[in-house]
């Protein structure tokens, strides 16, 4: 026995010896392994524990804290956050109490501190130690869903056992104890469609989960541990979404769909849309849209609208009213994208019928071709070039008028006949313009000629063919020179020739002197090519420093044409190593183009016009000058009368008073402007002679011009009555010069037989008498 309790207090003695520590080295933190030192410790008490949630009454008692020092002035004391508020030691028997009810699920250890000191001194009479008051654990608390609400989704018409969610519960009891934090989970509600297992996991156990049928399901979850501990927060809801899938078929929801559209609508447009119904979501439904019966498949197509998912018919070619007026055909929906391992029903309204009429429209002509092209020979004018045709394309087939527009054609160089004949009016020069671009017009007339407003327009290009009109020339402009003493066989100048025309590839040119009076040779390469070198050898600069020498060159055409073109070559002094040293400036050949004549030309006219003019004026103010008056003046001698003599024949129905009264003396004074004289009444029986008429107006004439202080007395007689045997009608005389030296009345016999009788007056001598 002696034994027995020997051995305990060896046991105890190591315990303390791993609990306590001194002032100079603490309780290491648990978990570190502590380095063992031999050191003599003093402290003695049991392994303290306590259970949680004790149900008797307080305190509970925890322990006992001992030590070796036998001191009857020694007391106990604890340190620590829980003393005082949780724990409490007996002073003197080193009892530790707990007043409080402790929970291991907010505190699973408290760690204190023991003290042995004097009563009177307050010193330690050992060293402090550190212990720890472990709290055991009791089941006490239910599990805990992280959530009271998860949310899940799960792709529709899943394979049974696919998992759509893990849930969590959570039991704060110490899961070291065996059972105290294991949860098990059971399903209370959607047990028909899904389970769970131990670990959480909520899989389906079913394959016919359609969304279309129903989009959402509600699954409650019950969490248990082990001993059956449950409470309301052991619970949760977890709200599962069905993912759509592309299951459906598109189904129309017409079987016949209408359509009326005018015949000139443009190649592309929407004519209408189709429409049809897709259980699936937008982004699962891909219609496609076809034509499965008819033979319009090339003549119209299909699209699908992908915000809509509807189906656009447009036209690929142009509709005619008068070709075809109806179109009918069958077309159907699907869904190339459909997964027909999912597919939950088979679509029975998967076709429907389209129907399309045509409306008639007023069109404007319809050219035959998409544009023309004609070939015309340059240099002459061809009785026809081509034609051009239009047609009305509606039933009324109306006439068709051409023209060319004159943008294209602003030269004026082409005409079109109402058939669409094309002509040219003038010859074209190929190389001035190889090509002309035409745009015809088409109008629509109707019954009257005119044009509707209907038009249509169409290219034509005409080429101009190439003829051989052009003589070779040189193919750039050469200054040959050369020395004086220049050797027999020098080379001058190497030349070469092009031609204007269309150069075949087997063109050649032969070239050739114009003359043979000269010191220089050629030499014909036969390569389009000729060497111009020195015939006899040196010049004599004294008597000429330049020589031309013209150059003949020759085509291979049809027919052959030959140019002439001089080549100017100057004479130099050399030194003794050839190089010139002095050589004659030439002047420059200009040469004037036909345009540059023709625009010297109506600079010239324009010249001469303009002096002509100016010389005109000058000499028309120079009589103004000299009658005294301006224009303005001379416009208020105009007088009007009422009365009017019967013509040529009659000179007896109106009073020559007012001629008369102006020989008598004194000039008469001035009439008031706009005069009015009346109508003498007619005497038959009494004729005036036949020459009295022109005499006064003669005589009148003649002292106005000798008259050289004041302005011509002249008149403007306007008369009321004509003669019955007048041909010239009214005759009235407007105005007169200062002489007939001054004004040439030559121009009045131009102005007709009104004025016969005025310009034989002006042009006879006063002396003579006037014939009627």
């Known amino acids: 026995m002696r034994a027995l309790v020997l051995l305990l207090a060896v046991a105890g003695t190591c315990l303390v010896e791993a609990a306590a520590s001194s002032n100079a080295a603490p309780l290491d933190p648990p978990g570190v392994l502590l380095t063992h030192r031999r050191q003599k410790r003093d402290w003695i008490w049991n392994q303290m524990h306590i259970d949680e949630e004790k149900n008797t009454s307080l305190p509970h008692y925890v322990g006992k804290i001992k030590s070796s020092v036998n001191s009857k002035n020694a007391k106990y004391v604890l340190k620590g956050e829980s003393v005082g508020k949780v724990f409490q030691v007996s002073e003197d028997t080193g009892d530790v109490y707990a007043f409080e009810r402790l929970d291991r699920e907010k505190i699973s250890e408290y760690h204190l501190t023991a003290l042995v000191v004097d009563k009177d001194t307050r010193k330690n009479l050992e060293s402090p130690s550190s212990f720890t008051i472990k709290v055991h654990d009791v089941n006490d608390n239910w599990p805990v869903f992280t959530h009271r609400l998860f949310n899940a989704s799960v792709p529709e018409m899943s394979a049974v056992g696919t998992s759509v969610i893990r849930v969590t519960a959570v039991d704060a009891d110490d899961p070291t104890v065996a059972d105290h934090a294991s949860v098990m989970y059971q399903l209370l509600k959607g047990e028909e469609y899904f389970a769970i297992d131990n670990s959480g996991l909520i899989f389906t156990t079913t394959k016919n989960l359609d969304r279309e049928t129903q989009a959402k399901y509600e699954i409650v979850v019950e969490a248990r541990d082990a001993q059956g501990l449950r409470g309301e927060s052991g619970t949760a809801t977890v709200l599962v979404n069905l993912q759509d899938i592309n299951d459906n078929f598109p189904t129309f929801t017409q079987t016949k769909y209408i359509f009326a559209v005018p015949e000139d609508i443009r190649v592309g447009s929407s004519l209408g849309s189709l429409f049809v119904e897709d259980s699936d979501e937008p982004q699962n439904r891909m219609t496609k849209y076809s034509i499965v019966q008819g033979e319009y498949r090339d003549t119209f197509t299909i699209e699908t609208d992908p915000n809509h998912n509807e189906g656009i018919i447009k036209p690929m070619k142009p509709l005619d009213y008068e070709y075809i007026k109806q179109y009918v055909f069958t077309i159907e929906a699907t869904d190339p994208t459909i997964n027909l391992h999912y597919l939950s029903s088979v679509s029975i309204q998967k076709t429907a019928r389209v129907i399309i009429n045509v409306t008639d429209v007023d069109e404007p002509p319809n050219f035959h071709q998409p544009f023309y092209h004609f070939q015309l020979r340059e240099n002459q004018k061809k009785p026809l070039i081509g034609s051009v045709l239009a047609t009305d394309p509606d039933a009324a087939r109306r006439s068709i008028g051409y023209s060319i527009r004159k943008t294209s054609d602003k030269g004026q160089f082409f005409r079109i006949t109402k058939q669409g004949n094309i002509y040219n009016e003038k010859e074209l020069d190929r190389e001035i313009y190889p090509w002309y671009n035409l745009t015809v017009e088409a109008k629509e007339l109707d019954s009257s000629g005119y044009p509707t407003g209907k038009e249509s327009i169409v290219q034509v290009y005409i080429e101009i063919m190439d003829e051989n009109d052009n ?178 024949m009659d000179t007896t129905s109106y009073d020559v008073s007012v001629l008369h009264s102006a020989r008598r003396g004194a000039p008469p004074p001035r009439p008031a402007l706009y005069a009015q004289v009346q109508k003498p009444r007619p005497a038959p029986a009494v004729h005036a002679g036949p020459g009295e008429m022109a005499a006064m107006i003669e ?40 002489s007939d030296a001054d004004v040439d009345y030559d121009f009045l016999s131009d102005w007709g037989p009104r004025f016969r009788m005025l310009a034989e007056l002006y042009r006879a001598e006063p002396a003579e008498e006037l014939p009627y």
């Open 471 to 648: 003589p070779p020339e040189f193919a750039q402009p050469y200054e040959p020179k050369v020395c004086e003493n220049a050797a027999q066989g020098k080379l001058v100048v190497q030349i070469s020739a092009i031609d204007k025309d269309v150069t075949p590839r087997d063109v050649k040119f032969r070239f050739s002197l114009g003359t043979e009076d000269s010191n220089f040779t050629l030499t014909d390469n036969h390569d389009n090519t000729a060497n111009i070198t020195v015939k006899y050898g040196q010049f004599d600069r004294e008597r000429a420093k330049v020589h031309h020498l013209p150059v003949l060159i020759s085509d291979n055409g049809r027919p052959s044409l030959t140019g002439t073109s001089t080549l100017v070559v100057t004479i130099c002094k050399c030194n003794e190593h050839g190089e010139f040293t002095y050589c004659e400036e030439m002047a420059a050949q200009a040469g004037v183009s036909i345009q540059a004549l023709v625009a010297i030309f109506l600079c010239i006219l324009t010249i001469t016009v303009i002096t002509l003019l100016v010389f005109l004026r000058r000499r028309l103010r120079r009589q103004a000058r000299a009658h005294g008056k301006g224009v303005p003046e001379i416009h208020e001698q105009l007088v009007t009368y009422d009365e009017e003599g019967g013509g040529e």
């Open 699 to 738: 005589a009148k004439k003649d002292e106005a011009d000798r008259d050289g202080g004041g302005p011509p007395y002249d008149t403007l007689h306007i008369y009321g009555y004509e003669g019955a045997e007048s041909v010239a009608e009214s005759l009235s005389s407007l105005g007169s010069g200062a």
